[in-house]
């Protein structure tokens, strides 16, 4: 987006890649149907960028989700709104849009270099209190399997992602290079991740890849419905992605982190009473809430999991634990395994163009910055968003650069 913004002032821009093709994480965002963006009004969209709403705000009014889906429709694809508010292109796929966008790049002067592996940044000088100006932003090097590349440009974007699926190029080498040179990095972390849960061996072995429909997730003053899956090392899905950045801050204070499933949020607590408070004649009890409760398979397990022998037999704590069970979660899954990493650059490190600060004529953009979102178009739209921001940084400070002093 940022060589589209730039290379469309008819300025030469050139693109290194470390992978053999473009756009890799993006076909992977679209492997289930590419959701673009997200229908919320404004402000509740801002709203979903947490504690850095402040910062991400700025960066959508200039290109948000209106102006994102006018930019698909520029390629050539149509957009639609679907049940739950999430936009996506028609037909689902990415590789229909990269490709036109590709094209469209192609025809505006963007010269692609793939299997070129950043290896270092080195700023011609960092600014100082003894060096207040520096107007060049130095070499970049790369590997290549040709050998090694250097390249002074006039100006440097950096897309280089968080550190989530890094198969796909985003392993966050950067974050020690932008330190040693003074750049403020938070560190990454897992965010829209998987928790581990300590499963018996029983459990883990019996529901493994077992699906949680129709559920109610209760965290902090959160509350929300729909459905997960439990792995051996625990859980993941949808619905644990929205609690996942209180679930990962509260492990990482506590140690431990407390989720509560309603497993029958259709029926009411005294209903549930009355109903295992009656005679169960001959049937077992697993036979029972099955038959009169629905409950059975992993649901059933997950009250075996967790409830007492003693609570079992008793109507009202067995009723109470269905309305709402204690799921302990004791660590987020791996940073690799995760959607998108939080972490990253931060704001304070920045210009309003995204410059560094300290490293006149280096933009980062994308995941490097200090932001999350939960799924739902969020996460590409910030993308495009500073990818735009970035773009038009890069044109505003070359245009200093050139004016007489």
């Not at 053999?20 to 673009?36: D, E, T, W």
């Not at 960028?49 to 009014?61: C, F, S, W």
């Not at 699906?211 to 051996?232: D, N």
Request: neutral net charge; proline residues 5%; aromatic residues 8%.
């Amino acid at each position: 987006m940022a060589a589209e913004v730039i290379s469309a002032r008819g300025v030469k821009v050139d693109v290194y890649d470390s992978m053999p093709s473009v756009g890799r994480k993006l076909l992977m965002a679209g492997k289930s149907g590419l959701n673009i963006t997200h229908s919320d009004p404004f402000d509740v969209f801002v709203a979903r960028y947490g504690k850095r709403k402040n910062n991400i705000e700025p960066l959508l009014k200039a290109f948000g989700a209106d102006q994102l889906r006018e930019w698909v429709h520029g390629l050539g694809i149509q957009t639609f709104i679907g049940t739950s508010g999430r936009v996506f292109p028609m037909g689902m796929k990415a590789s229909p849009l990269l490709r036109a966008w590709l094209k469209r790049l192609d025809a505006s002067n963007v010269t692609f270099h793939l299997r070129h592996k950043l290896t270092n940044i080195r700023p011609a000088g960092l600014i100082t209190s003894n060096n207040p100006s520096n107007p060049t932003c130095g070499t970049v090097e790369f590997t290549t399997p040709d050998g090694d590349v250097t390249v002074k440009p006039d100006a440097v974007v950096l897309a280089l992602g968080g550190g989530s699926w890094s198969r796909l190029g985003s392993d966050g080498a950067w974050v020690d290079w932008l330190k040693q040179v003074g750049v403020k990095v938070e560190a990454l972390r897992p965010s829209n991740c998987g928790f581990d849960v300590a499963w018996s061996e029983h459990f883990r072995e019996k529901y493994d890849g077992y699906p949680i429909k129709s559920v109610i997730l209760s965290f902090g003053s959160l509350r929300q419905q729909g459905e997960f899956i439990v792995t051996k090392e625990g859980v993941q899905g949808g619905l644990i992605y929205t609690a996942s950045t209180m679930m990962r801050d509260e492990i990482e204070a506590n140690g431990v982190a407390i989720m509560h499933l309603d497993l029958k949020p259709d029926r009411a607590l005294e209903w549930l009473v009355d109903k295992l408070s009656r005679p169960r004649g001959k049937r077992s009890l697993a036979s029972y809430l099955e038959k009169s409760l629905g409950i059975h398979n992993v649901k059933a397990g997950l009250l075996r999991e967790f409830v007492s022998k003693e609570d079992f037999t008793n109507a009202e704590r067995l009723a109470g634990f269905i309305k709402a069970l204690p799921v302990p979660l004791v660590a987020p899954r791996p940073l690799d395994e995760a959607i998108s990493s939080a972490g990253g650059v931060t704001f304070e490190s920045l210009d309003e163009g995204l410059m560094l600060k300290n490293m006149p004529g280096v933009f980062c953009t994308g995941e490097m910055l200090d932001w999350e979102a939960p799924t739902g178009g969020y996460l590409l739209t910030a993308c495009f968003s500073s990818g735009h921001a970035a773009g038009n940084g890069v044109l505003k400070w070359m245009e200093k650069q050139t004016v007489p002093q």
